[in-house]
C-alpha cells in the first residue's frame, strides 16, 4: 500500500523557521505533481505550494518569498522549507503526491508558530 508520512512539524517562535518532509513509500511505479496543503482551526484546508516532477513549483501569496518546496525524486521526498513563519501559518500540514495515478494525502503534521 502506498502512502505519504510527514515528519518536521512542532513548535517554533514567531520568525522562525522549520523543514517539514513527506516521504512516500510502497510499491510505487509514478509520482507526478506533489502538495504541501494546510489547515488552520476552523478555516478550509488551502494549496500552499506545489510542484511538479521537474521542479516548477508554485505557491500561494500568502506564503510567497517565505517558503520554498523542493523535491528529491530518487528518495522520493517533497520538502518544504519555511521561513519568517508567522501566527497565522499555525495549522496542520499535509502533503500530497499523485502516486501511480492515484491522489495520496498523508497523515499531516502540525506546525505551531507562537511566543
Known amino acids: 500500500q502506498v502512502q505519504l508520512v510527514e515528519s518536521g512539524g512542532g513548535l517554533v517562535q514567531p520568525g522562525g523557521s522549520l523543514r517539514l518532509s513527506c516521504a512516500a513509500s510502497?510499491?510505487?511505479?509514478?509520482?507526478?505533481?506533489m502538495a504541501w496543503h494546510r489547515q488552520a482551526p476552523g478555516k478550509q484546508r488551502e494549496l500552499v505550494a506545489s510542484?511538479?516532477?521537474?521542479?516548477?513549483?508554485n505557491y500561494a501569496i500568502s506564503v510567497k518569498g517565505r517558503f520554498a518546496i523542493s523535491r528529491d525524486n530518487a528518495k522520493n521526498t517533497v520538502y518544504l522549507q519555511m521561513n519568517n513563519l508567522k501566527s497565522e501559518d499555525t495549522a496542520v500540514y499535509y502533503c500530497?503526491?499523485?502516486?501511480?495515478?492515484?491522489?495520496?494525502w498523508g497523515q499531516g503534521t502540525q506546525v505551531t508558530v507562537s511566543s
Open positions: 500530497t503526491g499523485l502516486i501511480n495515478l492515484e491522489n495520496i
Open positions: 510502497g510499491r510505487i511505479f509514478s509520482i507526478g505533481n
Open positions: 510542484i511538479t516532477k521537474r521542479g516548477s513549483s
